[in-house]
């Protein structure tokens, strides 16, 4: 009998910060269960430019039909990791909420129309692996009984509390596996509780993970796409949008007193200043403000040019740095909302 692979469905990862949409620092990798999962039902994962396609294998009978090895349904889970120390810096990402992490979960179809979408914004917050669950105590004397499913609807786990053990409205349970669960609590009357945990281990749960996604699939759609394409998840990014603040030192005392920006040649009229400030160092400078915010790029497509002039100097033209991601301010709008602030420091 010959083993062969058809492509099961793939994730993608778009970034527009990046200049040719990839972004390097991101790696998606199986958790440890799914790497069980995938190597018991033959299913593999190869890296691609934008992020990776999973292939399922096949068993040819020789008799012209072919079947897919998935014959249950299986959960797989991937974590979504950046090496990068500074994408927080140039991702459209809420910084104060490192904590939670985005979270995707997408049953296979069996037939897919163009691009699924995975929303950056759709978060939630893990908790470990072994944790403490709390419920409301069923009546006196009732015991009451855990059950743990997948969200493919596979019971994991199951346990009867004693009616003294129900009383006390928690109990320590070790969850065999990662990503969203359904926990379901039944007492003796058929009174139910449910509720979704995300989980993760020790060692999924690192400090440079921004995700997880699941992708459930059936033994009937794995066995439809034998003869198709399957979807295409992607993951889209945005490039930060930051508020420019120009800083010009005049460190040959030309007495500069007028200053003009211009952003593609057309002179730029929302703009803040120049305004005096005194640096940590002593120097002076004048900070001109751009007051709409603009999206940080690898390789950035405007042009932003100066044209200064005052004292014994006639009028110079130059063409202002872009910003530095390393220097990500944060701070307060004249609202009280949230901004980031990009300072570019210019010497005259």
Not at 178 to 206: A, I, K, P
Request: charged share 20%; net charge negative; proline share 6%.
């Amino acid at each position: 009998m010959l083993t062969k692979y058809s492509h099961l469905f793939q994730i993608d990862i778009h970034h527009s910060y990046f200049s040719n949409g990839i972004c390097p620092g991101l790696q998606i990798k199986p958790t440890r269960i799914s790497q069980q999962i995938m190597n018991a039902y033959g299913i593999r994962m190869k890296n691609s430019p934008s992020g990776v396609v999973i292939y399922q294998a096949v068993e040819d009978q020789g008799t012209g039909n072919n079947e897919s090895k998935i014959k249950a349904p299986v959960v797989l889970s991937f974590s979504l990791e950046s090496s990068d120390p500074l994408f927080l810096n140039y991702t459209q990402m809420d910084i104060a909420e490192s904590d939670a992490k985005i979270y995707f979960s997408s049953t296979l179809p069996s037939e897919a129309d163009g691009l699924i979408p995975i929303s950056p914004k759709n978060k939630v917050t893990f908790t470990s692996i072994q944790q403490t669950i709390q419920f409301s105590p069923p009546p006196e004397n009732t015991a009451l009984t855990i059950k743990l499913y997948t969200i493919a609807g596979e019971k994991i786990y199951e346990e009867v509390l004693s009616p003294e053990d129900a009383a006390r409205g928690t109990f320590q349970l070790v969850i065999p596996d990662e990503g969203e669960l359904l926990l379901n609590l039944e007492t003796e009357d058929g009174q139910v509780q449910e509720q979704s945990l995300y989980v993760l281990s020790d060692r999924v749960h690192s400090y440079n993970l921004l995700g997880v996604l699941q992708i459930v699939v059936f033994p009937s759609v794995a066995q439809a796409l034998l003869d198709g394409q399957g979807p295409v998840y992607q993951l889209d990014f945005s490039a930060r949008k930051t508020t420019w603040r120009y800083y010009f030192i005049d460190r040959g005392q030309n007495g500069f007193d007028q200053f003009k920006l211009f952003k593609n040649g057309e002179a730029l009229t929302e703009v803040g200043g120049p305004e005096a400030v005194q640096l940590p160092g002593g120097q002076t400078a004048q900070v001109m403000t751009l007051q709409s915010p603009m999206a940080l790029q690898e390789r950035p497509s405007d042009k932003i040019e100066l044209e200064v002039s005052g004292g014994s100097q006639s009028l110079i033209k130059l063409q202002l740095p872009s910003p530095n991601v390393n220097r990500i301010t944060p701070g307060k709008d004249e609202n009280g909302q949230q901004v980031f602030y990009s300072d570019i420091y210019v010497y005259l």
